[in-house]
């Protein structure tokens, strides 16, 4: 009898260290997601060679993972593409709240990133720029908890702001909490020689003693070191996602010293410059707290830059690249974003994918990540990324089509090499931001983008089946309420 007893505790023994071998074989990764506000296309080197702006930390970055070249925000501004980003859905679908000035963007109930991957058992983070609205606008009680938040949309932590550096109140936010009051009054700031929106802008307002704008990009980027050092210490073992949204380089441009005149594009891009090493800081928390190998690192924007045609002429430096346009525009260079995935043994280093893909498409690809199942509410215009991250072979495009929404509500779709902006337009910053169609003229827009990356030549007139038949799918994707098969 003990004999037999012997060997039923060395049977549970074997199986129980069999499971967890097994166990440690299937843990999902930790992930990254590293977000900018407002780097343009053509900034990175790895994605312009003619970049006057050195970038060698997102250059290793795309070195030893995979560049998407046709990836793009659901949005060409920072609201409309945060909420894609963190929901898997078109901005347009939300027919509620639409302004973070004036509430919450993201239902109480609704699937986002974080949530998802907290359900999974990952420990969640951000650090950085909401910009999705709190309970009561922006008229803040700082003496109460700020409700409608990260903290209240799946993330077990927050530090960072309510908005863009250049929108007050400018205080900075622990969890729910204010961490000073909007008590005090900061002017209004601005550069000779930029716009009225360039420079070392900001707007008026009410602002936190001891709030400094120039401080904000190097406390966030340690902020962000000190999770991953402390995730790097072992402690409960459990996966992590951590969504860093820096400032940068929206803004105000506020390079710090060893970075002033440090690049060939102004003070835009010495500020760009910048945030590169706090991009380079994260992978060295990463690298040196041993996570490094079990970690997917994303890196991209939000939209593209604020950046004119005479900026270009002035310093011979293109913030988009080849693309036409800039922030807000429905052309590409308002919302096609460098887009960087790093995940060593699983992604195949120093690798490029054309497909066409949107911020959407990471919720579905989380999900697949950690197996899970999406409801058929949530992640409405989310596709798996993760055949493409494999490099695997497929018969057609992932995406049937792909919808854009610019800064003036232009809904843009994309299907395969055509594109269509059924005005006439950027839609955005750019000018002309509207045009009336002339007598006899095409009344949108219509680009082949294999051939014209650029956006020089309007097809609408000459191929209006082309126009009809994207015209129809965009119709049917706002009547179906999703674009992403279940």
Same mark, same amino acid.
């Given at each position: 009898? /003990?004999?037999?007893?012997?060997?039923?505790?060395?049977?549970?023994?074997?199986?129980?260290?069999? !499971? +967890?071998? /097994?166990? $440690?074989?299937?843990?999902?990764?930790?992930?990254?997601?590293?977000?900018?506000?407002?780097?343009?296309?053509?900034?990175?080197?790895?994605?312009?060679?003619?970049?006057?702006?050195?970038?060698?930390?997102?250059?290793?970055?795309?070195?030893?993972?995979?560049?998407?070249?046709?990836?793009?925000?659901?949005?060409?501004?920072?609201?409309?593409?945060?909420?894609?980003?963190?929901?898997?859905?078109?901005?347009?679908?939300?027919?509620?709240?639409?302004?973070? !000035?004036?509430?919450?963007?993201?239902?109480?109930?609704?699937?986002?990133?974080?949530?998802?991957?907290?359900?999974? #058992?990952?420990?969640? /983070?951000?650090?950085?720029?909401? %910009?999705?609205?709190?309970?009561?606008?922006?008229?803040?009680?700082?003496?109460?908890?700020?409700?409608?938040? *990260?903290?209240?949309? #799946?993330?077990? !932590?927050?530090?960072?702001? %309510?908005?863009?550096?250049?929108?007050?109140?400018?205080?900075? @936010?622990? =969890?729910?909490?204010?961490?000073?009051?909007?008590?005090?009054?900061?002017?209004?700031?601005?550069?000779?020689?930029?716009?009225?929106?360039?420079?070392?802008?900001?707007?008026?307002?009410? @602002?936190?003693?001891?709030?400094?704008?120039? $401080?904000?990009?190097?406390?966030?980027?340690?902020?962000?070191?000190?999770?991953?050092?402390?995730?790097?210490?072992?402690?409960?073992?459990?996966?992590?996602?951590?969504?860093?949204?820096?400032?940068?380089?929206?803004?105000?441009?506020?390079?710090?010293?060893?970075?002033?005149?440090?690049?060939?594009?102004?003070?835009?891009?010495?500020?760009?410059?910048?945030?590169?090493? !706090?991009?380079?800081?994260?992978?060295?928390?990463?690298?040196?707290?041993?996570?490094?190998?079990?970690?997917?690192?994303?890196?991209?924007?939000? =939209?593209?830059?604020?950046?004119?045609?005479?900026?270009?002429? &002035?310093?011979?430096?293109?913030?988009?690249? *080849?693309?036409?346009?800039?922030?807000?525009?429905?052309?590409? #260079?308002?919302?096609?974003?460098?887009?960087?995935?790093?995940? *060593?043994?699983?992604?195949?280093?120093?690798?490029?994918?054309?497909?066409? @893909?949107?911020?959407?498409?990471?919720?579905?690809?989380?999900?697949?990540?950690?197996?899970?199942?999406?409801?058929?509410?949530?992640?409405?215009?989310?596709?798996?990324?993760?055949?493409?991250?494999?490099? $695997?072979?497929?018969?057609?495009?992932?995406?049937?089509?792909?919808?854009? $929404?610019?800064?003036? +509500?232009?809904?843009?779709?994309?299907?395969?090499?055509? &594109?269509?902006?059924?005005?006439?337009?950027?839609?955005?910053?750019?000018?002309?931001?509207?045009?009336?169609?002339?007598?006899?003229?095409?009344?949108?827009?219509?680009?082949?983008?294999?051939?014209?990356?650029?956006?020089?030549?309007?097809?609408?007139?000459?191929? *209006?089946?082309?126009?009809?038949?994207?015209?129809?799918?965009?119709?049917?994707?706002?009547?179906?309420?999703?674009?992403?098969?279940?």
């Amino acid at each position: 009898m /003990a004999e037999l007893r012997w060997l039923l505790a060395v049977a549970v023994a074997v199986l129980a260290a069999g !499971s +967890g071998a /097994a166990a $440690e074989k299937v843990r999902p990764p930790n992930i990254v997601l590293i977000l900018a506000d407002d780097l343009g296309y053509g900034d990175p080197g790895c994605f312009n060679p003619k970049s006057k702006i050195a970038t060698p930390n997102i250059d290793v970055l795309a070195r030893d993972g995979m560049c998407f070249t046709d990836a793009h925000a659901a949005g060409a501004v920072c609201v409309p593409s945060r909420y894609g980003l963190l929901t898997g859905r078109y901005p347009f679908r939300n027919q509620g709240n639409r302004n973070p !000035s004036n509430g919450p963007l993201i239902e109480k109930d609704r699937v986002t990133l974080a949530s998802l991957l907290r359900d999974k #058992g990952y420990v969640t /983070a951000m650090v950085g720029k909401w %910009h999705l609205g709190f309970e009561g606008g922006i008229k803040f009680d700082y003496d109460k908890p700020l409700r409608g938040g *990260p903290v209240d949309h #799946g993330f077990d !932590s927050f530090f960072g702001q %309510h908005a863009s550096l250049d929108i007050p109140p400018y205080f900075l @936010i622990d =969890n729910d909490r204010a961490v000073a009051p909007a008590s005090k009054t900061v002017a209004a700031s601005s550069t000779p020689g930029w716009s009225p929106i360039q420079g070392a802008f900001w707007r008026e307002g009410a @602002i936190a003693p001891g709030f400094k704008h120039e $401080e904000v990009l190097p406390t966030y980027t340690r902020k962000a070191v000190e999770f991953l050092d402390r995730r790097g210490k072992g402690g409960d073992g459990k996966p992590f996602f951590l969504y860093l949204a820096f400032t940068a380089p929206h803004t105000p441009w506020l390079p710090r010293q060893p970075f002033q005149d440090k690049s060939k594009a102004g003070l835009y891009g010495d500020f760009v410059a910048d945030l590169d090493d !706090s991009v380079g800081q994260v992978l060295a928390a990463l690298k040196r707290a041993g996570l490094a190998d079990d970690t997917l690192v994303v890196f991209t924007s939000d =939209n593209g830059p604020v950046w004119y045609p005479a900026d270009v002429e &002035k310093y011979g430096h293109a913030a988009a690249g *080849p693309l036409r346009g800039m922030k807000g525009d429905a052309w590409e #260079g308002g919302h096609r974003m460098p887009f960087v995935a790093r995940w *060593p043994g699983k992604v195949k280093a120093g690798s490029t994918c054309d497909e066409t @893909i949107c911020f959407t498409d990471l919720l579905a690809t989380f999900a697949a990540l950690v197996h899970a199942k999406l409801p058929d509410d949530a992640g409405e215009d989310s596709y798996n990324l993760l055949p493409l991250l494999r490099g $695997e072979k497929r018969d057609g495009p992932l995406r049937e089509g792909t919808v854009v $929404e610019s800064s003036r +509500g232009v809904l843009t779709i994309r299907a395969g090499e055509w &594109k269509l902006i059924p005005k006439l337009g950027s839609g955005g910053f750019s000018q002309p931001a509207t045009e009336t169609p002339r007598e006899g003229g095409p009344a949108g827009q219509l680009y082949n983008l294999k051939d014209d990356l650029a956006e020089t030549k309007n097809l609408y007139a000459e191929k *209006p089946e082309v126009v009809k038949r994207l015209a129809e799918l965009l119709e049917q994707y706002q009547k179906k309420g999703r674009s992403a098969p279940r």
